[in-house]
Nanobody, 126 residues
Framework: QLKLVESGGGFVHPGESLRLSCVVFGSLLDLNAIAWFRQAPGEDREYRRAVSCITSKDGITTYEDSAKGRFTISRDNAKSTVYLQMDSLKPEDTAIYYC????????????????WGQGIQVIVSS
């Protein structure tokens, strides 16, 4: 398991932006998939959904449909950090956001994410 620490959440109004950061205590030069999940208020853990994923070695990214065109995932291997830039935020983006990691590719759906951060709150409200 890797230790993951999120930061950058908070309260914003609709249409505003936030950038989440996930520091990974381990080298991103390994073949790791780093993803951002979110769990909406009132939902159980089983309903966590992956918002975006990036492969640390080659930088290939994926996005959930609701995030396309608004969110951008990126990584800085030297800083061992993955970012999620969130623009044009909507109330339905309100959730606890979790950073997670696994060994392999984002598309290796049979391999579960074994390392998780504690989560960080994002509230989008007028």
């Amino acid at each position: 398991q890797l230790k993951l620490v999120e930061s950058g959440g908070g309260f914003v109004h609709p249409g505003e932006s936030l950038r989440l950061s996930c520091v990974v205590f381990g080298s991103l030069l390994d073949l790791n998939a780093i993803a951002w999940f979110r769990q909406a208020p009132g939902e159980d853990r089983e309903y966590r959904r992956a918002v975006s994923c990036i492969t640390s070695k080659d930088g290939i990214t994926t996005y959930e449909d609701s995030a396309k065109g608004r969110f951008t995932i990126s990584r800085d291997n030297a800083k061992s950090t993955v970012y999620l830039q969130m623009d044009s935020l909507k109330p339905e983006d309100t959730a606890i956001y979790y950073c997670a990691a696994k060994y392999g590719y984002c598309s290796d759906y049979g391999v579960h994410f074994g390392s998780w951060g504690q989560g960080i709150q994002v509230i989008v409200s007028s």
